[in-house]
């Protein structure tokens, strides 16, 4: 398997702290789109102008803007992106559009993990991360193994798709691969990941 695995630049929420999850649109910021632009160049001299790649993107608005950047720099239709919502964030049920620090005050304790930057409280009415899990490797089956693919998707789901496909420490029964920051490109071939491109975002959101 060849696969290219971006994670979308900062939005407006990510800058503010507040939740997202499965949200339909939060606009990248101008820093995000600086961000996007740096992943297009990144990507354009790795691999050339107008890749015979498969383009897969999560339906969120923020991972359409990205791969929307990031075609223009590599010449592709943006009508080619196939929308599929396995490749979406975790959905935070319950604190999707809520501040960050109300949702700790209302509980009265952190729900991220300081030394992983995960969440350690599960998202009332959400998904957990075996949920996330399943539905990525629903999604790798349905890829073709003798085609190389480029994905757009978001910094938790990334972390578990990762941690599928060349390992990463086990949290809550899923390998998850170390945090990394907004607007970072890997490329992962038969189990061996190469970061392509360091993002300039935050590693850790505290709005997924």
């Known amino acids: 398997m060849h696969l290219i695995l971006a994670r979308h630049a900062e939005t407006v929420f990510n800058a503010a702290a507040r939740m997202q999850g499965h949200m339909a649109h939060t606009p990248l910021t101008r820093a995000g789109i600086a961000q996007a632009e740096a992943m297009g160049v990144a990507l ?35 009508f080619r992106w196939q929308k599929d919502e396995r490749l979406l964030e975790i959905d935070v049920g319950d604190w999707e559009g809520r ?7 209302e509980l009265g304790q952190p729900i991220v993990d300081a030394q992983r930057g995960l969440f ?20 790798i089956a349905d890829l073709n ?8 998707s978001h910094g938790i789901t990334a972390g578990v798709l990762r941690g599928l496909l060349v390992g990463g420490e086990d949290w809550h029964g899923v390998p998850v691969a170390p945090r990394a920051p907004q607007g970072t490109v890997f490329r992962i071939v038969n189990g061996v990941e190469e970061a392509l491109h360091i993002g300039s975002g935050a590693a850790v959101s505290r709005a997924a």
């Open 145 to 152: 193994p003798e085609r190389p693919a480029l994905a757009i």
């Open 120 to 139: 350690s409280v599960p998202p009332p009415n959400g998904e957990w991360f075996p949920a996330i899990a399943a539905r990525l490797q629903s999604w």
């Open 44 to 78: 354009r001299a790795a691999l050339g102008e107008a890749p015979d790649l498969d383009l897969w993107v999560s339906p969120s608005g923020r991972t359409q803007q990205t791969a929307a950047i990031i075609g223009e720099h590599l010449g592709l239709d943006f």
């Open 99 to 105: 501040w960050y620090h109300d949702i700790v005050a």
